[in-house]
């Protein structure tokens, strides 16, 4: 088992601006996607935006994974490979986002629908959402910070 390595004010700052480049990334790759796009053109644009920010990829290279992000369409479990499958209105899109920057990586995800979504689908989204809000609440209102 490795050791914990406690962070330093220093190294929770820079954790915070990994996540925050990772956020804006994400926030960028969210409004790109639209019916028409592929995913492979979802990847290159997110490398653009991960290199405009100053990061580079944490996924691109890590155990052979040939993409910047993960993209996982309708059925599609999490992790999904970039490729030349064209985003149709009413697609449920996963972005997974991991981006170093200055020694930190920040990770995110977010799902959406390609223009819009059925309502059993808007929904599920709805449900899914308000759960992870549910347990990021209860989280940090059992944690202490030290």
């Known amino acids: 088992m490795g050791k914990i390595i406690l962070k330093t004010g220093a190294d929770l700052e820079a954790m915070r601006a990994a996540c925050v480049v990772a956020a804006k990334v994400l926030a960028d790759i969210i409004a790109y996607v639209k019916p028409g796009v592929t995913t492979n053109q979802v990847d ?70 390609v223009g819009g979504c059925g309502v059993l689908a808007q929904q599920l989204m709805d449900v899914t959402e308000r759960a992870l809000k549910l347990g990021i609440a209860a989280a940090v209102a059992s944690s202490t910070v030290v």
């Not at 653009?48 to 059925?75: D, M, Q, W």
């Open 44 to 113: 290159n644009f997110a490398a653009g935006r991960i290199k405009f920010y100053g990061g580079r990829s944490a996924f691109l290279g890590y155990r052979k994974y040939p993409c910047h992000t993960c993209i996982s369409v309708n059925e599609e479990v999490v992790h999904g490979l970039a490729n030349e499958r064209e985003l149709r209105f009413g697609d449920i899109v996963s972005v997974d986002v991991g981006v170093v920057y200055k020694s930190f990586i920040g990770d995110n995800a977010r799902t959406v629908a």
